[in-house]
């Protein structure tokens, strides 16, 4: 049995989804493909929250695309009902002296017109009395950003595009193409699909599709997420007045309480190697200790609070962290879009749009820094 469409995304991930939305936008006939679902419990995607912040060091074009991104999801979130799905808890970034990273996102966010405040130690100890500062000595607050509920977002994200004519089908890829133009993919129910365009937007799968290409350049890595119990009936670990917070120079962030399910904190460092299909979801015990140590020093209310729950995750991280957005080499037809590497949910309508432009034919140009040649086998993180 075949099935003809114009455009056939694969991976209904954040980026899978929005494109395909912007596709059936657009006017195509769009399939929307996923091996386990949309959003689903391996996916980089189906985490319960996720940070939506504008600041980038001097990399602009994240930080403009953040913004293009917020305009989007919250013209979308505003047109379906049920609970909400963006927690407007602003964002706090913590830094010690001469931060360089911390000083070129506040020059770059002053730069493009985003809100934000430099708040001094003093500032930030009268703003956040709940926080002890330790070596923190001033900050920057983003009060326009905040928390998206991730899997909520894409499913309902999925669900109203299938509504507008979109068609969704879980079923898993098989990954023989040959070379040329690709008219059709096969899948292992024995089903083909074909399409004029393709765009394979599954995020830690990528390499797994397309190894010839993408083995080493995008690598899959553990990243443990850990919710602990707020004290009863104190609200100060949850909006509005805990902030969501990035401490990158830690290489921690954390999430406040958001619809009772606890005080979230995320461990960025690089984890270790991970295959989404068949790796373990429980996280480790040192990751525990590492959490709850960083918990205990800067939020001291909470050190003996409950580890309610857990999560593994993971970053599909290429060489510096910049996306993957472009052709695959020996196919015309065929677009590669991934690379989220720990950052890029909050960008998915922004990218969406910017993908679909570009399928379409409305839009040539690709960012040099998102094209296959500058993903190395050498990882050195740039992006944070």
Same mark, same amino acid.
């Given at each position: 049995?075949?099935?003809?469409?114009?455009?056939?995304?694969?991976?209904?991930?954040?980026?899978?989804?929005?494109?395909?939305?912007?596709?059936?936008?657009?006017?195509?006939?769009?399939?929307?493909?996923?091996?386990?679902?949309?959003?689903?419990?391996?996916?980089?995607?189906?985490?319960?929250?996720?940070?939506?912040?504008?600041?980038?060091?001097?990399?602009?074009?994240?930080?403009?695309?953040?913004?293009?991104?917020?305009?989007?999801?919250?013209?979308?979130?505003?047109?379906?009902?049920?609970?909400?799905?963006?927690?407007?808890?602003?964002?706090?970034?913590?830094?010690?002296?001469?931060?360089?990273?911390?000083?070129?996102?506040?020059?770059?966010?002053?730069?493009?017109?985003?809100?934000?405040?430099?708040?001094?130690?003093?500032?930030?100890?009268?703003?956040?009395?709940?926080?002890?500062?330790?070596?923190?000595?001033?900050?920057?607050?983003?009060?326009?950003?905040?928390?998206?509920?991730?899997?909520?977002?894409?499913?309902?994200?999925?669900?109203?595009?299938?509504?507008?004519?979109?068609?969704?089908?879980?079923?898993?890829?098989?990954?023989?193409?040959?070379?040329?133009?690709?008219?059709?993919?096969?899948?292992?129910?024995?089903?083909?699909?074909?399409?004029?365009?393709?765009?394979?937007?599954?995020?830690?799968?990528?390499?797994?599709?397309?190894?010839?290409?993408?083995?080493?350049?995008?690598?899959?890595?553990?990243?443990?997420?850990?919710?602990?119990?707020?004290?009863?009936?104190?609200?100060?670990?949850?909006?509005?007045?805990?902030?969501?917070?990035?401490?990158?120079?830690?290489?921690?962030?954390?999430? $406040? +309480?958001? #619809? !009772?399910?606890?005080?979230?904190? *995320?461990?960025?460092? &690089? %984890?270790?190697?991970?295959? =989404?299909?068949? @790796?373990?979801?429980?996280?480790?015990?040192?990751?525990?200790?590492?959490?709850?140590?960083?918990?205990?020093?800067?939020?001291?209310?909470?050190?003996?609070?409950?580890?309610?729950?857990?999560?593994?995750?993971?970053?599909?991280?290429?060489?510096?962290?910049?996306?993957?957005?472009?052709?695959? $080499? +020996?196919? #015309? !037809?065929?677009?590669?879009?991934? *690379?989220?590497?720990? &950052? %890029?949910?909050?960008?998915? =309508?922004?990218? @969406?749009?910017?993908?679909?432009?570009?399928?379409?034919?409305?839009?040539?140009?690709?960012?040099?820094?998102?094209?296959?040649?500058?993903?190395?086998?050498?990882?050195?993180?740039?992006?944070?």
């Amino acid at each position: 049995m075949k099935q003809t469409y114009d455009v056939v995304v694969v991976g209904a991930g954040v980026f899978g989804a929005w494109t395909a939305y912007k596709l059936q936008q657009a006017g195509k006939r769009v399939l929307l493909l996923d091996a386990y679902g949309a959003a689903h419990t391996r996916a980089s995607s189906g985490g319960e929250s996720r940070i939506m912040r504008c600041g980038y060091g001097d990399s602009e074009i994240y930080t403009r695309w953040a913004m293009r991104s917020m305009v989007l999801g919250q013209e979308f979130f505003a047109s379906v009902t049920g609970l909400p799905m963006f927690h407007r808890t602003g964002v706090l970034w913590m830094a010690k002296d001469e931060d360089a990273y911390a000083l070129q996102t506040l020059a770059t966010l002053q730069r493009v017109g985003v809100p934000c405040e430099r708040l001094s130690r003093d500032e930030l100890a009268t703003r956040f009395p709940q926080i002890h500062l330790g070596d923190i000595t001033w900050g920057i607050l983003e009060p326009e950003g905040g928390a998206l509920m991730a899997r909520r977002a894409v499913q309902t994200l999925v669900q109203e595009a299938i509504k507008a004519g979109m068609n969704y089908v879980t079923d898993a890829v098989l990954s023989s193409y040959g070379k040329g133009k690709l008219t059709e993919i096969r899948t292992t129910s024995g089903t083909a699909f074909q399409a004029e365009s393709f765009v394979f937007a599954c995020g830690v799968w990528l390499p797994k599709l397309f190894p010839e290409i993408l083995q080493g350049r995008i690598h899959s890595t553990k990243q443990d997420v850990l919710f602990f119990g707020t004290p009863p009936g104190d609200n100060r670990f949850a909006a509005p007045a805990m902030p969501v917070w990035v401490n990158f120079a830690e290489e921690m962030y954390g999430i $406040p +309480d958001l #619809e !009772n399910r606890g005080f979230k904190i *995320g461990i960025d460092r &690089h %984890g270790e190697a991970f295959d =989404p299909d068949s @790796g373990s979801r429980q996280v480790d015990v040192k990751n525990v200790e590492r959490a709850r140590a960083y918990v205990s020093e800067h939020f001291p209310a909470m050190q003996d609070a409950p580890l309610v729950e857990t999560r593994v995750c993971q970053y599909e991280n290429t060489s510096n962290g910049d996306f993957l957005i472009d052709r695959h $080499p +020996d196919f #015309e !037809n065929l677009w590669l879009v991934g *690379g989220g590497s720990g &950052h %890029g949910f909050k960008h998915g =309508p922004a990218l @969406g749009e910017y993908v679909a432009a570009r399928v379409i034919g409305e839009a040539q140009e690709i960012e040099p820094q998102f094209s296959l040649a500058t993903k190395e086998r050498i990882h050195k993180r740039l992006i944070y």
